[in-house]
């Protein structure tokens, strides 16, 4: 018997049918097996697209799915993600209460800790007597649901100890763990977990990141080194209260870490994270669903122990292991790998097989369909075509009769209405096309004038808004703001709304209401006003100087005032602290000079003295008043030192110094010379810090704080001297009205409880010859050679004071380290021999420094200048064992006259001496290559020690 095609494919469908309906009768069949639809509550703690609670939904639906063809959820988000404070909770108690009050609800099932807590408190109002179900719920404890009835649940449990150890199995040299976490509850609960269980990870350092925005969090994480690790709790609001899902959190961890991220999610897996042992959230949807089940089928809930075990599994991302080269072999044995290729006939080979015949079934029944189905609208489009082609074919008739009838009814017209009706018709046209242009051009024209107003506008918009310049639109003469841009809310504190609409007088901007007329009187008389400096307060009441601009306008027919403001209130302080450091400069130079010419006759008065005292040794009375000249002399030195500390131009001899050791010796000199009512303390850094500087200056200079300190309390009262290490930036110094750049500084403290001073005295109480004392009762330059001793050092003073309450001086000096070279210098005359050139400018040094030297058993040359040196050496270079050469001399200066001596002379010892150094400190002379250097005005003691040094005798 033959088949036509038609039939066979009539009769392979059916068997195609067949076979899959014996294929898939078995999954109808139990679907239809349960009849019950159980109506059930959920409370998520969250909100729509929170990947967590989509995972728990997924687990529980395919739960009932299981059991139940039919079920009916009825959803509740209580968004505690974005309101954690939990203030709507009563009132949507209330709003539940009133929604289900008609429904008979089978089971509650709340979702995670705050579904919990709102079920716990206001079940009993929703629905009465409802069962309840729990699910993820952290930190869970029994203590939780007592006094509740009809309940039971399943806890969840983060692994982060777990994970943990996993992580730093597979990456032993890990040395820190930085944690992410928010700062929700969940956040916080799973990190308890971790803190904990801290102690069982002794050789990793775990530090928990600070609360803080995402894009924080990621900025610093791309600044850690290989020897970290990341574990990622739960992150998913930022502070401030903008949320993120779980992936999109790991995402952008995971982008910006430098190291492998783990964590304990399985939400986060596939998005960066290497993995962990993690908690999926389908696993509590469907724990809960089998509770669910139990008790709609009608087990008491009570019998239902809740479900503690540790359902975390450990997960792992196959494409970041190969990122990171972790080996798969060293995973534990039931890990879950995604993202691994894998085939799909390695999976079931047997559902393979099936599915590869049910589909070649379906396709050879649907190709079969296909043609059919081709085949049939192949007839219908030629059936189609045919009528379409008849009715065209019936409508071109009707036409052509139509366009005949008229073509007969307009020959019947007379020839003459033809032609006035053609001449009419093409005037209208030309009417038509010109008016149409017309409209075009006009059209054009205006769509021009409305794109430069927009840009205009934009233009205007961003200059006035984006502006560093602080720019304020008012009107006049009320001056109420009409509008503002954002750096005058910025400068002023005000917001937008608070500004427009009321007056400067109403914000209370000007601080003197007199600037106000003044700069209101320029603007009337002139149209506009440049760089008007005035003081302006801020809304907080800080008062700050400004340059205050602006310029009269008409806009829309009303009068207004542009104005621009600009603050210049540290350029101020910069200016005057400029002047003072000239003023300062111009008078220590004029110190300076004097010191210098009073040294050169001090150094004549005093060695004549010592010389006039060695002769009158036998003389008690005679040799007492030559002891008196030497005391005057030397006390007028140290007057000088103060002038030369002052100008900056006293010559420092740098070395190491212990302050500590400085401050003690300080103490002790104070305790024999103040009055006993006042208590000497000290609060010193145990450190002892070193660094590098001129022991007397410093001595001299922490004596002169302490005696001025002493002068301010006549009642007696508390002197402290306080050291301290710090490190300090240039915001710190900058606070403190001092520009230093930033490093570790020694600071030196001395406080008092004197009598203070006024910011009128604060303001001159480091300039020279400024004294508050009486007549004869201060010189005025001590606390200006402390100043000078400071700025010598590289360092910053500052002083805090008010009237009766004392004062405090701070010192801020480099720090360095090192112990300072203590040395034993006997204090007596050294005696030598051999030949010494004396080369100064003064004929009266020249005569007492012969004497001076010759004394000590020195024979002495002679020279008045840098030319009669090069002249005495050229004589008697042979005899001449060192040269004593003066600084400042004419004609021929001590730089240029040393300079030829050396190309005279190259192995010639020479040293140096001056009142002062315009041309460098001592350190930097002996750098040229001198021998050493030598302060005047000297004594025969200190003359002594430094000839014989240098000549071998000791």
């Not at 809310?489 to 007088?505: K, L």
Request: proline share 3%; hydrophobic share 40%; aromatic share 8%.
């Amino acid at each position: 018997m033959k088949f036509s095609p038609h039939q066979i494919s009539s009769s392979f469908v059916v068997a195609v049918i067949v076979i899959a309906w014996a294929l898939l009768s078995p999954i109808f069949t139990t679907l239809h097996a349960a009849t019950t639809v159980p109506r059930i509550l959920v409370l998520n703690s969250y909100n729509i697209g929170y990947d967590w609670w989509e995972d728990e939904m997924t687990g529980l639906r395919d739960g009932l799915s299981r059991v139940y063809p039919r079920f009916d959820l009825y959803m509740e988000h209580l968004d505690t993600k974005k309101f954690h404070s939990k203030k709507h909770f009563p009132y949507m108690a209330d709003l539940l209460a009133a929604k289900y009050a008609n429904l008979q609800l089978d089971l509650i099932i709340a979702m995670d800790n705050a579904a919990l807590e709102f079920a716990t408190r206001y079940r009993q109002r929703v629905s009465p007597g409802t069962p309840l179900v729990f699910c993820g719920i952290n930190n869970y404890e029994p203590s939780m649901i007592s006094g509740q009835k009809l309940i039971t649940g399943v806890a969840e449990y983060h692994d982060s100890v777990g994970t943990l150890q996993l992580a730093l199995q597979l990456h032993p040299a890990t040395r820190n763990i930085i944690v992410i976490h928010d700062y929700t509850d969940t956040g916080l609960a799973i990190r308890r977990e971790l803190e904990e269980s801290a102690q069982g990870f002794p050789t990793v350092k775990i530090r928990f990141m600070d609360e803080m925005p995402l894009e924080e969090t990621v900025k610093r994480l791309k600044t850690i080194t290989p020897d970290y690790l990341v574990l990622m709790l739960s992150y998913t609001v930022e502070k401030g209260g903008r949320t993120f899902s779980h992936s999109e959190a790991a995402r952008l961890v995971s982008d910006a870490s430098p190291v492998p991220v783990y964590s304990v999610y399985a939400a986060q897996l596939g998005n960066g994270v290497v993995g962990g042992r993690m908690a999926e959230g389908q696993t509590q949807g469907l724990k809960a669903a089998e509770l669910a089940v139990s008790i709609i089928n009608g087990e008491q809930p009570e019998k239902l122990p809740v479900v503690t075990s540790n359902l975390s599994s450990p997960m792992f991302d196959d494409r970041v292991l190969k990122k990171f080269d972790i080996d798969p072999a060293r995973l534990p044995a039931d890990s879950v790998l995604i993202n691994k290729p894998v085939s799909t006939f390695a999976i079931n080979k047997k559902a393979v097989w099936l599915g590869s015949a049910f589909t070649l079934f379906c396709i050879i029944g649907l190709t079969i369909q296909v043609l059919n189905i081709r085949k049939r609208r192949r007839l219908e489009e030629m059936l189609h075509l045919k009528i379409d082609q008849y009715q065209e074919s019936q409508e071109e008739l009707q036409a052509t009769e139509e366009i005949l009838r008229a073509q007969v009814d307009d020959f019947m017209q007379s020839q003459d209405e033809l032609q006035a009706t053609e001449e009419m018709l093409r005037e209208q046209i030309c009417e038509y096309q010109a008016t149409h242009d017309q409209l075009q051009d006009i059209k054009e024209k205006l769509r021009i004038q409305l794109d430069v107003a927009e840009e205009s506008s934009q233009k205007y918009r961003a200059v006035f808004e984006y502006s560093p310049i602080t720019v304020a639109l008012t009107t006049l003469p009320e001056g109420t703001f009409s509008e503002v841009n954002q750096a005058f809310i910025d400068m002023f504190g005000y917001s937008r709304n608070e500004a427009i609409g009321r007056t400067t007088v109403e914000l209370g901007v000007w601080v003197h209401e007199s600037d106000r007329d003044r700069y209101l009187q320029l603007l009337k008389a002139n149209g506009h006003v440049y760089n008007f400096e005035t003081e302006m307060r801020r809304k907080q009441g800080e008062v700050f100087t400004v340059l205050f601009s602006g310029v009269q306008l008409e806009i829309a027919g009303k009068s207004c005032v542009l104005s621009a403001v600009m603050e210049i209130t540290e350029q101020k302080r910069l200016q005057n602290q400029l002047h003072q450091a000239q003023k300062m400069d111009v008078v220590g130079q004029l110190a300076g000079g004097i010191a210098h010419d009073f040294n050169n006759m001090l150094a004549g008065i005093m060695a004549a003295a010592e010389l006039l005292k060695r002769r009158l040794a036998h003389d008690d009375k005679n040799s007492k008043l030559a002891a008196t000249i030497i005391e005057a002399a030397t006390r007028s030195a140290d007057l000088t030192s103060e002038l030369l500390t002052f100008s900056r131009k006293g010559t420092a001899v740098s070395s190491p110094i212990r302050i500590n050791d400085t401050i003690i010796a300080v103490m002790s000199l104070l305790k024999r010379t103040i009055d006993k009512q006042i208590l000497l303390t000290t609060r010193l850094d145990q450190g002892n810090p070193v660094i590098m500087g001129d022991q007397t200056q410093l001595q001299n200079a922490l004596l002169n704080l302490g005696v001025n300190a002493r002068d301010a309390m006549p009642q007696g009262g508390t002197l402290t001297y306080a050291t301290t290490v710090k490190t300090l930036d240039e915001a710190s110094f900058h606070s403190m009205g001092i520009s230093r750049a930033a490093g570790r500084y020694l600071e030196i403290t001395v406080s008092d409880t004197g009598d203070g001073m006024t910011n009128e005295v604060l303001q001159h109480i480091f300039e020279p010859f400024f004294t508050t004392k009486g007549v004869g009762k201060g010189t005025g330059l001590g606390l200006a050679s402390v100043y000078g001793a400071v700025k010598n050092h590289g360092g910053e003073i500052s002083v805090q004071s008010q009237p009766g309450t004392g004062s405090v001086f701070r010192i801020f000096l480099p720090l360095v380290f090192g112990d300072p070279d203590r040395e034993n210098i006997p204090d007596e005359a050294v005696g030598g021999s051999g030949g010494i050139l004396l080369v100064d400018d003064e004929e009266m040094l020249r005569s007492v420094g012969r004497d001076l030297l010759e004394d000590l058993g020195y024979t002495v040359f002679l020279a008045k200048n840098g030319e009669h040196a090069l002249q005495v050496l050229d004589a008697h270079g042979k005899e001449i064992s060192l040269v004593i050469l003066d600084m400042i001399m004419p004609k021929m200066g001590g730089k240029e006259a040393f300079l030829r001596l050396r190309e005279q002379s190259p192995d010639l010892k020479i040293l140096f001496c001056s009142g002062f150094s315009r041309e460098g400190t001592g350190d930097e002379l002996v750098g040229l290559g001198a021998n050493g250097f030598i302060q005047k005005p000297y004594n025969r003691n200190d003359l002594s020690r430094k000839v014989s040094e240098l000549l071998g005798g000791c």
